[in-house]
């Protein structure tokens, strides 16, 4: 059996500002939400087989300017597919973030975006 990822689990500010531009841009679902490790909480969005775990510490979280391809352990980018990057690519402008680093490759194409928590995103269509 080949082992598939299930979930990522991120710290943001806002687990419920997070989830709602998700809801928006991905078509994604809430699939659990209540208080999590430390007094914190968090909200579980994503579809049948996946997700993304959306923590928020019980106290403000830190934030750090460094580079995430240059520290070890650190998150450099979370990918999803779609079908219609075109469509996806509006919705994302629509939840205010803007798109950078377009790119046709084989065997598909991709836009990055960052988030107002500093996560970077890439949006991945695969020609059929």
């Known amino acids: 059996m080949q082992a598939i990822l299930e979930h ?3 710290t943001v500010a806002n687990p419920a500002a997070t989830a709602h531009w998700l809801e928006q841009v991905f078509g994604w679902h809430i699939r659990w939400q209540g208080d999590a ?13 996946s997700y ?3 923590y ?8 750090t300017d460094a580079d ?10 979370l990918a999803v597919v ?13 939840a205010g973030f803007t798109p950078h680093m377009h790119a046709d ?3 598909g194409r ?11 995103f890439e949006v991945v269509s695969y020609d059929s």
């Open 8 to 10: 990522a689990n991120v």
């Open 37 to 49: 490790i430390s007094g914190g909480r968090s909200i579980h969005i994503g579809g049948a087989d």
């Open 52 to 54: 993304l775990a959306l």
């Open 56 to 63: 928020a510490p019980k106290t403000d979280a830190t934030t």
């Open 68 to 77: 995430s391809y240059q520290t070890i352990g650190a998150l450099n980018h």
């Open 82 to 94: 779609v079908a219609d990057l075109d469509q996806v690519e509006a919705r994302v402008r629509n």
């Open 105 to 107: 490759y084989e065997p």
């Open 110 to 120: 991709r836009f990055y975006f960052n988030d107002d928590n500093g996560i970077e």
